[in-house]
């Protein structure tokens, strides 16, 4: 079909004036998101490993109490990035302006957001059909509001597809790694090849997301999945936030470009590498290295590791560091949660250990 004979499915798509190569990209986006779900959606149900859990903390009071039977198989999420990835590849090769997403982020996002909206009013009619053991202890207050923002169903499943494990992880952290390359080429168009700090964002976030994705299985203990319902507050943080606001360095990038350094760089990539000092100590050395000198070393790799994203920007903008900020708020925020459940969990053996490790996330300070 010609572009000129084509004015139907233009007007049909609402996509008056725009081109043949940017219809083809809005429909091979649309096909590599189908294709990642429909990926996920056929393994979740294959060979898999299983884990049992408490639905919540409720039910282990109750002498009939209910498990629910999660059904997952270990790498599926970073099996799902890998196709993407390919997908990518291929439109990559056979010439579809993938810059072009930098023109369509907004009007993804607010489709992101719409969908969030729409999928949590369907899990917040649902919650009232399903049993009370599969409802979350807090978000079943009587109030209409928080329980839609918290969610009522702690782990609503449609048949076995469990909707909650998908989102959690692979739409956000899959969409954040496709807006990025989006943006590299973006820079690729308007300045003929990829600068070192869009190359430094775009490998440094590449490299946490197929990590997460490949221990996706470790999500099943967050509290997240078993202590939260599943309501606007996940289903927009999975489907509309994390994607859209944690590629804010590359998106910057494009309209900032910034000269950085090769001595420049490699500081930049020993600071992103001071994340896994934290999480390679296990159990054993729950008091010693950086276990015994905060009792949150994740959450400061993370920290670190979030301004080594930040610092490829510069210094000219904050926009760059609000995810550092941001994300500061909200692992201060959830370290309090933690602290609240691990003393009602221990009890005076937590006292004991907050006393041998007084500092909670930053050493000698807080």
């Known amino acids: 079909m010609t572009a000129e004979g084509s004015d139907w499915l233009k007007d049909y798509f609402t996509l008056k004036n725009v081109g043949r190569g940017r219809f083809q990209l809005e429909a091979a986006r649309w096909m590599n998101t189908g294709f990642s779900t429909l990926h996920s959606r056929l393994r979740l149900s294959a060979s898999h490993r299983r884990q049992i859990m408490k639905p919540n903390s409720q039910a282990l009071k109750d002498r009939f109490s209910h498990d629910t039977e999660r059904e997952f198989g270990?790498?599926?999420?970073?099996?799902?990035?890998?196709?993407?990835?390919?997908?990518?590849?291929?439109?990559?090769?056979?010439?579809?302006?993938?810059?072009?997403?930098?023109?369509?982020l907004l009007p993804m996002a607010v489709c992101a957001i719409a969908v969030s909206f729409l999928l949590s009013v369907y899990l917040y009619i649902r919650s009232f059909w399903v049993p009370s053991y599969a409802l979350a202890l807090g978000g079943n207050t009587g109030n209409p509001l928080y329980d839609f923002f918290i969610g009522r169903e702690l782990n609503p499943r449609v048949g076995n597809f469990d909707l909650k494990y998908f989102c959690e992880l692979r739409p956000g952290l899959i969409g954040w790694v496709v807006i990025n390359f989006g943006m590299l080429m973006k820079e690729v168009e308007l300045r003929g090849s990829p600068s070192l700090a869009m190359i430094l964002v775009n490998s440094f976030q590449l490299v946490y997301v197929a990590d997460a994705l490949w221990n996706e299985e470790a999500v099943l203990t967050t509290m997240d999945i078993v202590?939260?319902?599943?309501?606007?507050?996940?289903?927009?943080?999975?489907?509309?936030w994390v994607p859209f606001t944690y590629s804010l360095q590359a998106a910057f990038l494009v309209l900032h470009p910034q000269v950085l350094s090769l001595l420049g760089a490699a500081a930049i990539v020993a600071l992103n590498?001071?994340?896994?000092?934290?999480?390679?100590?296990?159990?054993?050395?729950?008091?010693?290295?950086?276990?015994?000198?905060v009792r949150h070393p994740n959450y400061l790799g993370d920290l670190f590791m979030a301004l080594a994203w930040s610092l490829p920007c510069g210094f000219s903008h904050l926009l760059p560091y609000f995810y550092v900020i941001y994300f500061t708020v909200l692992l201060i925020h959830?370290?309090?949660?933690?602290?609240?459940?691990?003393?009602?969990?221990?009890?005076?053996a937590w006292d004991t250990y907050c006393r041998r490790v007084p500092y909670r996330i930053f050493p000698y300070i807080y």
């Open 74 to 104: 270990g790498t599926l999420g970073f099996h799902a990035l890998c196709i993407s990835s390919l997908v990518l590849m291929l439109l990559l090769g056979l010439g579809a302006p993938l810059g072009y997403l930098f023109e369509l």
């Open 227 to 240: 202590h939260d319902g599943f309501g606007f507050m996940l289903v927009f943080g999975d489907l509309a």
């Open 273 to 293: 590498e001071l994340e896994t000092i934290a999480t390679a100590t296990g159990k054993r050395l729950l008091v010693s290295g950086w276990w015994g000198l």
């Open 334 to 348: 959830r370290e309090a949660r933690d602290e609240r459940q691990c003393r009602a969990k221990y009890g005076l």
